[in-house]
């Protein structure tokens, strides 16, 4: 018999051995999640002895790490701004970058419209919807996506975080008109697609291996969907309502630029922490 500790002290040094960089990290959240376990009951229980069952699933575990397969989708959860996310090869893992864009939705709306109508366009997980609507009790959010598995995941993560109250899911295309009857909107976030379809084979193969193809690919030149979401859903924004998007590198102003050409009335932006311009802002 083996105790948790031994199991991790395993696991680390498999991925230490196949070049993981953070095995020490990686090999406590396969532990604990095999195990069943928070962190803080991982590091109570080291000594005690555990299954063969565990150690098991944890080598296994490893072995799909090691292959390649993102440490979100073997764990099948991941944090985003704080709150706990499911997470399945049906939807992108939320990423650092695009709590710049929940940070930008919150201050534009704190103090100024607590109680606004948001959409969440393209919402994947829905990490946006979770992390918005958990900032601003008041706020009321329909999540869009074009994806009925992705759409699973996202009512799951609502009903996680126990926003069933104001957030609710719909299936559309975020490409082509609205939904009739959805009604007009403060808000409308989003974290499109915008990887140029060329780019795609040069991802990185975690990304390009594990992670919903179709959640990437942003056409030709990677602004597909920024031009459909602009055509097609700014007649549902509010008299001074705003649209924030995420972009790739290189992209914001070519997108600030097509909000200014289909009528909107300023543009600004914000960085990530490299410097990048990350989110666009469009006021309506």
């Known amino acids: 018999m083996k105790t948790y500790n031994d199991i991790y002290i395993e696991i680390r040094n498999m991925l ?3 070049g993981i960089e953070s095995y020490s990290q990686e090999a406590r959240l396969i532990v604990s999640s095999v195990s069943g376990k928070n962190s803080q009951e991982f590091l ?14 944890a080598v296994e575990s490893a072995k799909r790490r090691i292959a390649g397969e993102p440490i979100a989708y073997i764990l099948g959860e991941w944090e985003f701004y704080g709150l706990p996310l499911y997470v ?7 990423r650092a970058d695009t709590e710049i864009l929940v940070e930008a939705a919150i201050d534009l709306l704190t103090g100024f419209k607590m109680g606004a109508r948001i959409l969440d366009l393209c919402c994947g997980s829905g990490c946006i919807t979770c992390a918005v609507a958990h900032e601003l009790p008041a706020s009321r959010i329909i999540a869009v996506d074009i994806s009925h598995a992705a759409l699973e995941v996202c009512r799951k993560n609502i009903a ?16 082509a008109k609205p939904p009739a009857g959805i009604g007009a909107f403060d808000m409308i976030i989003s974290n499109p697609p915008y990887i140029a379809s060329s780019e795609i084979t040069g991802l990185d193969s975690s990304v390009r291996d594990y992670e919903p193809i179709w959640a990437l690919d942003g056409g030709d030149d990677g602004l597909k969907f920024y031009r459909g979401i602009i055509k097609y859903w700014k007649t549902i924004l509010k008299e001074d309502g705003c649209i924030l998007f995420e972009v790739g590198e290189g992209q914001a102003e070519a997108v600030g630029e097509m909000l200014l050409s289909a009528g909107f009335r300023s543009v600004s932006y914000r960085k990530d922490t490299l ?10």
Request: aromatic letters at 4%; charged letters at 30%.
């Open 88 to 94: 399945t090869n049906d939807v992108l893992i939320p």
């Open 44 to 57: 109570r229980d080291l000594r005690l002895y555990t299954s063969p069952e565990i150690e098991s699933k």
């Open 275 to 284: 410097g990048t311009d990350r989110v666009v802002i469009g006021r309506y």
């Open 16 to 18: 230490r051995d196949a």
């Open 160 to 175: 996680l975080n126990r926003l069933s109250s104001r957030a609710i899911c719909m299936q559309a295309d975020a490409i």
